[in-house]
């Protein structure tokens, strides 16, 4: 955080339990911006509440960004399943100002990810994703493949103390070896560049518009 409050860096996003005092502090004294990820309403009151504005929840994001709308004016990034540029706008045309995108960047050339984890993705579809908190004691998605491999049935697993939250100790660490994943999987079939990606998604997007745009009135 040091390291990045001395270059300055304009945004941040956070994650879990709302960022302390000292690193708000610290990002707004130069007019940084800090972003949280929420799951629910009562999470959105309280990143509001701390001054700030990786884990995956049960509420659709549609649902989420419109209830938020209702007490909170600010810039919103919509998450959940953004793997294309008709998903890019399909989120600012339900209240957000920007759409959030994390697996599909996971399979690309740059990603430090390994190629056995980038292919399970290309794999894999949405039925292929477990939602459980038994790796952190808090909820996430992970590729049911990467499970298996760890010996464990991704059909009974067993739920852990939320209360404990690990993220590095355990036998099986996520997500080193329990592959973190959204359940837009079935729509990512290689791993291009990230400029590729973000080539096809503004080609996406636009399609989606031009679309939208001749629908009848």
């Known amino acids: ?7 300055k860096m304009p945004r941040y996003i956070t994650s879990l339990r709302a960022p302390v005092k000292e690193i708000l502090d610290a990002v707004h004294s130069y007019g940084g911006i800090v972003m949280h990820d929420v799951i629910s309403i009562r999470h959105a009151h309280k990143t509001l509440e701390a001054g700030a504005g990786g884990h995956a929840g049960m509420l659709s994001p549609f649902a989420l960004v419109g209830e938020v709308r209702k007490f909170f004016d600010g810039p919103i990034a919509l998450s959940g399943s953004i793997a294309t540029g008709d998903a890019v706008l399909a989120a600012q045309a339900a209240g957000a100002d920007f759409a959030y995108v994390g697996t599909r960047f ?73 592959w973190g994943a959204g359940q837009d999987v ?32």
């Open 1 to 7: 955080m040091r390291t990045c409050v001395d270059h």
């Open 106 to 178: 996971i399979a690309t050339q740059e990603a430090h990810a390994t190629e056995e984890y980038k292919q399970s993705l290309v794999d894999a579809a949405a039925a292929d994703i477990v939602y459980t908190n038994l790796f952190t004691g808090v909820h996430g998605n992970y590729v049911k493949r990467s499970i298996v491999n760890a010996g464990l049935d991704p059909d009974n697993l067993p739920a852990s103390d939320p209360s404990k939250m690990n993220f590095g100790s355990t036998r099986t660490k996520a997500w080193k070896d329990i």
């Open 186 to 217: 079935d729509l990512i079939d290689d791993s291009p560049t990230v400029a590729e990606v973000v080539g096809r998604m503004k080609a996406e997007y636009e399609a989606a518009r031009a679309r939208i745009v001749g629908l009848p009135g």
